[in-house]
């Protein structure tokens, strides 16, 4: 298989046509049933322990719900025609911090689908040319649209999923 590229060396090219949009939100809604699909047998050591000094599943997880918020500021951001987008911390200083590793998968799990849904409810509601306003995302220096943050979260779950997934295929 081919290795993957790091987060921060992809490249995006935002031009998904509108029609794209229920395709994207069908990806944004499947990460928690596709994270507790991988996770729902594995043992406490195999979710906690890291690999190459990495995150572990659940500080993965962590990630996932603790991106959330940037996200809802971003589309609120966007909505009010903002010029640019919040950056990311691109320390992670949020997931660090927050220990993931002690919080109960179930926990875990439950945060990522509750938050996910409130961000896909919101995006469901809107019309094509709400989904069509962008702003610049700075560290990409490019316009984002609505579409764009929805499809470039579903990319950033399928990167931290896929990394998921080879972690709890190590050593079976």
Known sequence: MAARIKWVERKFSFDSPAGMYPYILERLGGVSPRVEEIVKKLPEEKLTSRVNNSWSIKEHIGHIT???????????????RAEILLPADMTNEKTYLAEHNKTRIDALLSNLRESRLHFTSRLEKLDEQQILISALHTRLDKQMRVIDLAS???????????????IAETNK
């Open 66 to 80: 603790d991106l959330e918020a940037l996200h809802e500021k971003r589309l609120d951001q966007l909505l009010e």
């Open 152 to 166: 470039f979260v579903a990319e950033h779950d399928d990167h931290h999923i896929t990394i998921i997934r080879e």
